[in-house]
């Protein structure tokens, strides 16, 4: 015998028409509510509810449920799409008006790149001619400071000296004229972050006339980069650059080239970082006047972070923590061994990375022949217990990897008519010219200074370039060529007034 009617909760309530769920209601009895909801009726949901024990009251407490239910839904769906409606006006008219003119040099992270732009668009370097840029990682780092110091016999602090003073009197004894040579050189830089850096200067309205980039094989075989949006730099000088013609091989990753893509294209998310700057210099300026440092005979210094934070903004420059000493002449020089370092540089190198590095390098000789720029590719001095590393990454061909580098930049240099020069003589550079397996110290770079000046002394385009140069920029600053002596510059070690113990 089938029982009709029961409690509503804890029991199975069985129908005649089938079984119903534990809150009275079955499947039809829902599909009548919602036509009621609809503007139907619900009389086929009274009778089953009535059949099943439900009461009219109770009948109409769920139907009331449900309808609130709904209209909440409704109302949050509507909330949603006034607020998209909201931010996609606010975008288009600030898109258009642009109200707030924001500096895109201003960023939070200052590194390598950061300082040397800082100075290059600081007086008086900003007022000063730039006929001569450097390009190139931290091997054209390492070979122009350690001469540099050497020459100018002091400290100097890299945050804020960008200066190449020995190769400027060398290029002045060879080709005459005047010459002032920026070095925007940084450690890790590749051939992306070079183009973006070239770029960047020339945004400046710094235009050199001649621009020297030493390159090396971990500039196209580094493991340790996935794509070229890994670096410090790319960081940094996005924001200042149109990198619209090459996104296909800048961004791997398609969450990077959305990213990329919203940027350019949604007014607020693009200067999101600037908005958040302002935010917390504005935050922070009246944390300071509500709650200002407590007394003490000590102030919390960069140093004190470090210490206490080393892995907080690990890239991170202070303006006296790159500092590089004179190298005594009559000196025996300290030779490390950083083969470890480059086993895993060198292991399992992604050839698309090569690929791509090798189209910003066509990039920038691109670049360079539309601004009539006179383009010098180096291939830098490494030792040859550098290149067996490579040769034994036990990466397929990885025996003819060296080679297959070098003839690259031969056929390049043919191809493009760019004059590209070897400069990596084994007879010529032996251990006691290395800090390690691939940084020049001062005497490996001053062989460098004179080998490179020799040889674009002795190739006519770039011997016609640099005398053009010299000579224009002696006749705009009207001053006769200095001689070749050991000049000094005031900015070297001190530069800025900065302080080592100033507070963050």
């Not at 800048?250 to 970082?273: A, C, H, Q, T």
């Amino acid at each position: 015998m089938i029982t009709e009617g029961a409690t509503r909760e804890g029991l199975l309530v069985v129908d005649r028409n089938g079984p119903v769920g534990l809150d009275g209601s079955d499947d039809q009895a829902a599909r009548s509510t919602e036509d009621a909801e609809n503007g139907g009726t619900i009389s086929n949901t009274a009778s089953t509810g009535i059949a099943g024990g439900l009461s009219s009251a109770d009948l109409k407490n769920d139907t009331g449920t449900v309808i609130e239910k709904r209209r909440l839904r409704q109302g949050r769906y509507s909330t949603f799409m006034n607020a998209m409606a909201l931010f996609i006006a606010l975008n288009m008219v600030l898109s258009f008006t642009a109200p707030l003119d924001f500096d895109k040099f201003n960023f939070p992270y200052k590194g390598w790149a950061w300082w040397t732009f800082n100075d290059l668009r600081t007086p008086p370097t900003s007022t000063e001619t730039h006929n001569v840029a450097l390009l190139g990682s931290s091997l054209m780092v390492s070979a122009i400071n350690n001469c540099e110091a050497m020459f100018k016999k002091e400290r100097l602090n890299l945050a804020v000296y960008h200066k190449a003073t020995y190769l400027d009197r060398l290029l002045e004894k060879k080709f005459g004229g005047k010459f002032n040579t920026y070095n925007l050189s940084g450690p890790g830089q590749n051939p992306s972050d070079a183009y973006m850096t070239l770029q960047a200067m020339l945004k400046l309205h710094q235009r050199p006339d001649v621009v020297v980039y030493g390159v090396a094989p971990r500039d196209f075989y580094d493991s340790s980069m996935a794509s070229p949006v890994d670096t410090e730099a790319f960081r940094f000088l996005h924001r200042l650059v149109n990198i619209d013609d090459s996104i296909n091989m800048m961004f791997r990753s398609p969450w990077d080239k959305l990213n990329w893509v919203m940027e350019r294209n949604i007014y607020l998310y693009g200067n999101g970082l600037d908005l958040s700057m302002i935010a917390n210099n504005f935050i922070n300026k009246e944390l300071d006047a509500v709650f200002p440092p407590p007394p003490t005979s000590r102030q919390f210094t960069y140093w004190d972070r470090v210490k206490l934070l080393p892995k907080y903004k690990m890239g991170e420059i202070h303006p006296l923590a790159v500092v590089i000493h004179p190298q005594s002449p009559k000196g025996s020089p300290r030779f490390t061994d950083n083969t470890p370092e480059y086993i895993e540089r060198y292991k399992n190198p992604d050839d698309h990375i090569y690929k791509i590095q090798w189209h910003f390098l066509l990039k920038l000789v691109e670049l360079c022949k539309r601004e009539r720029i006179e383009l010098v590719i180096v291939n830098m001095p490494i030792t040859l217990d550098n290149i067996r590393v490579l040769i034994q990454s036990g990466y397929k061909h990885s025996e003819n990897r060296y080679l297959g580098y070098v003839y690259a930049l031969r056929t390049l240099a043919q191809e493009h008519d760019v004059q590209a020069f070897d400069l990596n003589d084994f007879a010529m550079y032996t251990q006691k010219d290395y800090h390690d397996g691939v940084h020049l110290n001062a005497f490996g770079g001053t062989k460098l200074i004179n080998q490179l000046v020799g040889i674009m002394g002795a190739t006519y385009t770039t011997r016609m370039a640099c005398e053009l140069s010299g000579h224009e920029l002696q006749q705009r600053s009207q001053i006769p060529s200095p001689a070749f002596v050991n000049s000094t510059d005031k900015r070297s070690i001190a530069g800025p007034k900065y302080n080592a113990d100033l507070p963050l």
